[in-house]
């Protein structure tokens, strides 16, 4: 089944055209990448798709219902969560306020065990993060702090879950982690659109892929065929 389904999106900062006419699908249970360079467009495709940005035109359905002109915090209640760049953490909550703050859509008294539930399902995730549940957000390490990003997004329940850079200025064995963890998550449930500029890593992981350069979908296939692409190989993976 097709869970998200983008259209001919097209999106622009005033004169600058960031997004042209782009198509892209994930299917339920895929693990999608979207890889580019510095400026090809990545944050604006997944700022257009969480409604943080207004499209010039084009559509975008999930699960077969349109979401255009819906607000970011409606998108969320229907199923489409962002991990946004940068994290954007609560830095003076805890960790496990900034995870609850992920459910504050859904957060009622009856829906309380649900989400210390949900809670728990994310520190069996990152065990790290039951260890510092009561640390200030703000004082943690560069890994732990996208943890609980990826984590507050899980804690909306998404259906996609898109997440924008995950191993920006992390150490390779912190984003190793990270993305072993993002990897498994469609097997439990969570369909994944990751956009990133570590192509050689992310190809081994997708199931498939899309490359943006200048806001335009150049390439598209399974990612183990793009990654010996001679071309990707050359720009993205850096042979030759
Ligand atoms: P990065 O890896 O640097 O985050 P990206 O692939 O996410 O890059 P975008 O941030 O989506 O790329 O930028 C796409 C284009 O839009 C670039 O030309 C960028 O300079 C421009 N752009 C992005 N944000 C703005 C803004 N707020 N105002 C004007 N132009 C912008």
């Known amino acids: 089944m097709t869970l998200l389904s983008v259209t001919n999106l097209s999106a622009s900062y005033g004169k600058i055209q960031a997004l042209r006419q782009v198509n892209l699908h994930v299917e339920a249970g895929e693990f999608v990448a979207v890889i580019g360079a510095n400026g090809a467009g990545k944050t604006t495709l997944l700022k257009t798709l969480s409604g943080l940005m207004q499209p010039q035109g084009g559509h975008v359905q999930l699960a077969g219902k349109s979401l255009n002109g819906l607000s970011a915090e409606t998108r969320v209640g229907q199923g489409i969560a962002l991990v946004p760049e940068h994290r954007q953490l609560f830095g003076g909550m805890s960790v496990k306020e900034n995870l609850l703050m992920g459910s504050y859509s859904r957060y009622t ?39 609980v990003a990826i984590g507050r997004g899980l804690m909306a329940r998404p259906r996609v879950l898109m997440l924008d850079e995950p191993s920006v200025g992390l150490a390779p064995l912190v984003v190793r982690e990270i993305f072993r963890v993002v990897a498994a998550l469609p097997a439990q449930g969570t369909t994944v659109l990751i956009v990133e500029q570590n192509a050689r890593q992310i190809l081994k992981l997708a199931d498939r892929a899309y490359v943006l350069e ?27």
């Open 214 to 240: 200048n806001g335009v979908v150049k390439l598209e296939g399974v990612a183990s065929d793009l990654a010996n692409n001679p071309v990707v190989q050359q720009i993205y993976l850096g042979h030759g």
């Open 109 to 147: 008294r009856a829906q309380k065990a649900e989400i210390e539930a949900d809670v728990e399902r994310v520190y069996a995730l990152f065990p790290i993060l039951r260890e510092r549940q009561n640390q200030l957000a703000g004082t943690l390490s560069g890994g732990q702090q996208q943890m």
